[in-house]
């Protein structure tokens, strides 16, 4: 595995500006990464995590610590980032809801960039690949193939992991995914170009080469940090949610907790192998300066916590993911900001660095000021929707979940980052709900027709 290292080429995407003119816009590599949480090096939140080159690029410029997702499952998150509208303005909720009848193409992220003159091109998973758009795209990698299966025992109902015995790195669809992005970076180009590259990993299944699995010996694994109470104080509405009598039963009765957290370590620490060999590409290429880079995954994922596993509800751990950025000229190296941001951010930020003219409907707000300077005032709480009329609002103190019958769940992340006690019926907090509140959507679009999706 690659190392942790900081040295004079790797900071070098921080130290030149970015020339202002129109033949010299900024190239863009924006790296997705699937149903990545923040089990991260540099976030800190699970420290069994082996994340060495994610952790790199992040040195390079300024890591969020708290980035929050739109909405906490990948159909709905990713429709939302590309399109720069909410779910609760296009009724796109769940994964089984088509995007692109809401959503035309002149709207999205992509298209923007394509008609403002870049060279468009992708790879991997950018939206759910069910409703794929891939004609906003000037090229686009067609197939990466399949990745091999384990043989024997792949895991506890539905949730699944196993080592892949024999297997190469390069027997995995991501190694395909990412040399795609490396062949684009290393040909030339006559104008700037915008290159999405989507890592599947370390979505589901967690079968990865063992060598990745060795990395998280299975004797030294910790669970996460749970209560078996902590349940108790949350309402009807977040237990549905949580479902602690399905997968979570499932997997204390067969005992193999432990071996699905070195699951999802393993797959986490195999697609951090794959960003390193983009890194690595970029950092040879003559565009390292002039590349802006953003590194986002598409929400969290519970591995037990509140008795929960996978995504789909509205607590800390399904909705906090990485986000990282590096503009050469701009970012300042290895700057943590505190600040609450949410990834209805990344579009209109996109394109407030490019010079890009940033469309009207889009609904975030851009983060430049906090690129340049971290700890620059922000007052912009995160917003993050699940189903029709269920928020939640995160501040850099507070967490206010309101469901749509209207119960409530408040915590203070400051006392309690794992969201143990439910504050929502204390009367001396009702003016923080209150303030809190005034981020949820006044508008609650039905839900749209559901479909099967095809290209």
Same mark, same amino acid.
């Given at each position: 595995?690659?190392?942790?290292?900081?040295?004079?080429?790797?900071?070098?995407?921080?130290?030149?500006?970015?020339?202002?003119?129109?033949?010299?816009?900024?190239?863009?590599?924006?790296?997705?990464?699937?149903?990545?949480?923040?089990?991260?090096?540099?976030?800190?939140?699970?420290?069994?995590?082996?994340?060495?080159?994610?952790?790199?690029?992040?040195?390079?410029?300024?890591?969020?610590?708290?980035?929050?997702?739109?909405?906490?499952?990948?159909?709905?998150?990713?429709?939302?980032?590309?399109?720069?509208?909410?779910?609760?303005?296009?009724?796109?909720?769940?994964?089984?809801?088509?995007?692109?009848?809401?959503?035309?193409?002149?709207?999205?992220?992509?298209?923007?960039?394509?008609?403002?003159?870049?060279?468009?091109?992708?790879?991997?998973?950018?939206?759910?690949?069910?409703?794929? &758009?891939?004609?906003?795209? =000037? @090229?686009?990698?067609?197939?990466?193939? +399949?990745?091999?299966? *384990?043989? /024997? %025992?792949?895991?506890?109902?539905?949730?699944?992991?196993?080592?892949?015995?024999?297997?190469?790195?390069?027997?995995?669809?991501?190694?395909?995914?990412?040399?795609?992005?490396?062949?684009?970076?290393?040909?030339?180009?006559?104008?700037?170009?915008?290159?999405?590259?989507?890592?599947?990993?370390?979505?589901?299944?967690?079968?990865?080469?063992?060598?990745?699995?060795?990395?998280?010996?299975?004797?030294?694994?910790?669970?996460?940090?749970? &209560?078996?109470?902590?349940? =108790? @104080?949350?309402?009807?509405?977040?237990? +549905?949610?949580?479902? *602690?009598? /399905? %997968?979570?039963?499932?997997?204390?009765?067969?005992?193999?907790?432990?071996?699905?957290?070195?699951?999802?370590?393993?797959?986490?620490?195999?697609?951090?192998?794959?960003?390193?060999?983009?890194?690595?590409?970029?950092?040879?290429?003559?565009?390292?300066?002039?590349?802006?880079?953003?590194?986002?995954?598409?929400?969290?994922?519970?591995?037990?916590?509140?008795?929960?596993?996978?995504?789909?509800?509205?607590?800390?751990?399904?909705?906090?993911?990485?986000?990282?950025?590096?503009?050469?000229?701009?970012?300042?190296?290895?700057?943590?900001?505190?600040?609450?941001?949410?990834?209805?951010?990344?579009?209109?930020?996109?394109?407030?660095?490019?010079?890009?003219?940033?469309?009207?409907?889009?609904?975030?707000?851009?983060?430049?000021?906090?690129?340049?300077?971290?700890?620059?005032?922000?007052?912009?709480?995160?917003?993050?929707?699940?189903?029709?009329?269920?928020?939640?609002?995160?501040?850099?103190?507070?967490?206010?979940?309101?469901?749509?019958?209207?119960?409530?769940?408040?915590?203070?992340?400051?006392?309690?980052?794992?969201?143990?006690?439910?504050?929502?019926?204390?009367?001396?907090?009702?003016?923080?709900?209150?303030?809190?509140?005034?981020?949820?959507?006044?508008?609650?679009?039905?839900?749209?027709?559901?479909?099967?999706?095809?290209?």
């Amino acid at each position: 595995m690659r190392i942790l290292r900081t040295t004079v080429a790797a900071l070098a995407l921080a130290a030149a500006p970015i020339a202002a003119g129109a033949d010299d816009r900024p190239n863009v590599l924006f790296i997705a990464l699937d149903d990545l949480n923040h089990w991260v090096g540099h976030l800190g939140r699970n420290p069994q995590a082996v994340t060495p080159n994610i952790d790199r690029l992040a040195a390079r410029g300024v890591r969020f610590t708290r980035a929050y997702c739109a909405a906490p499952l990948c159909n709905p998150s990713r429709a939302a980032l590309m399109s720069g509208l909410r779910p609760s303005t296009t009724g796109v909720y769940q994964n089984n809801e088509d995007w692109r009848p809401v959503v035309p193409k002149e709207q999205t992220l992509v298209t923007t960039f394509r008609k403002a003159g870049y060279e468009t091109l992708g790879s991997g998973k950018i939206y759910h690949e069910a409703y794929s &758009r891939r004609a906003e795209w =000037d @090229d686009y990698l067609q197939d990466a193939g +399949k990745d091999p299966k *384990p043989t /024997g %025992d792949d895991g506890v109902g539905g949730i699944k992991f196993a080592p892949l015995d024999g297997a190469r790195d390069e027997d995995l669809r991501e190694w395909k995914i990412v040399q795609y992005g490396i062949d684009q970076i290393n040909r030339p180009h006559d104008r700037p170009f915008f290159l999405t590259v989507g890592l599947h990993k370390p979505h589901m299944p967690w079968n990865v080469p063992r060598k990745y699995y060795d990395l998280h010996p299975l004797d030294s694994i910790q669970l996460p940090p749970h &209560r078996e109470d902590d349940l =108790d @104080d949350v309402p009807p509405a977040g237990l +549905k949610m949580a479902r *602690p009598d /399905g %997968d979570h039963k499932l997997m204390l009765e067969s005992g193999r907790w432990k071996e699905a957290v070195q699951g999802y370590l393993a797959a986490i620490s195999y697609a951090d192998a794959m960003v390193g060999r983009l890194l690595d590409a970029l950092d040879a290429s003559p565009v390292r300066d002039k590349t802006i880079v953003v590194l986002w995954g598409d929400h969290g994922w519970h591995l037990g916590e509140k008795s929960h596993w996978r995504k789909f509800a509205l607590w800390e751990e399904a909705t906090r993911a990485p986000l990282i950025w590096v503009v050469p000229g701009l970012t300042p190296a290895g700057v943590a900001c505190e600040r609450t941001v949410d990834f209805m951010d990344v579009y209109p930020t996109l394109t407030d660095l490019a010079g890009v003219p940033t469309p009207s409907h889009v609904e975030g707000t851009s983060i430049k000021s906090l690129l340049k300077d971290p700890a620059a005032p922000w007052d912009v709480p995160a917003l993050t929707t699940f189903g029709r009329d269920n928020h939640a609002v995160r501040s850099e103190g507070w967490r206010y979940i309101r469901y749509a019958d209207g119960s409530e769940e408040l915590y203070d992340e400051a006392a309690d980052p794992y969201e143990w006690k439910n504050l929502a019926a204390d009367p001396k907090l009702a003016p923080i709900k209150a303030e809190l509140a005034k981020r949820f959507p006044a508008t609650n679009a039905r839900p749209v027709k559901a479909g099967r999706g095809a290209e």
